[in-house]
Nanobody, 118 residues
């Protein structure tokens, strides 16, 4: 399974970006899709997740500003990021939890840089 993320870049504080991540390959049954982020010197943290039935979860720091969604037909997850702040600057990673015949498999994308200037 490959995860191809796109949409990162440089934006001014208060601006918006939309991240996309498409899963391809031997996908069986995607349960959860999510976005994590990791800033230099910090641990990777969950930004937002969405289950196969649409239940969402957000980090407190992004609630009300970020929206996660998914297109199950395209095996794609999106992250709409509004009112961006400099502290949102990070590498954002796409994550997929896939239920296969061998059990649950976790997949990670390579990451896309988001930089928010003040």
């Amino acid at each position: 399974v490959q995860l191809q993320a796109s949409g990162g870049g440089l934006v001014q504080a208060g601006g918006s970006l939309r991240l996309s991540c498409a899963a391809s390959g031997s996908i069986v049954n995607i349960l959860t899709m999510a976005w994590y982020r990791q800033a230099p010197g910090k641990q990777r943290e969950l930004v937002a997740s969405i289950t196969n039935i649409g239940n969402t979860n957000y980090a407190d720091s992004v609630k009300g500003r970020f929206t996660i969604s998914r297109d199950n037909a395209k095996d794609t997850v999106y992250l709409q990021m509004n009112s961006l702040k400099p502290e949102d600057t990070s590498v954002y990673y796409c994550y997929v939890k896939d239920l296969t015949g061998k059990g649950i498999m976790d997949y990670w994308g390579k990451g896309t840089q988001v930089t928010v200037s003040s």
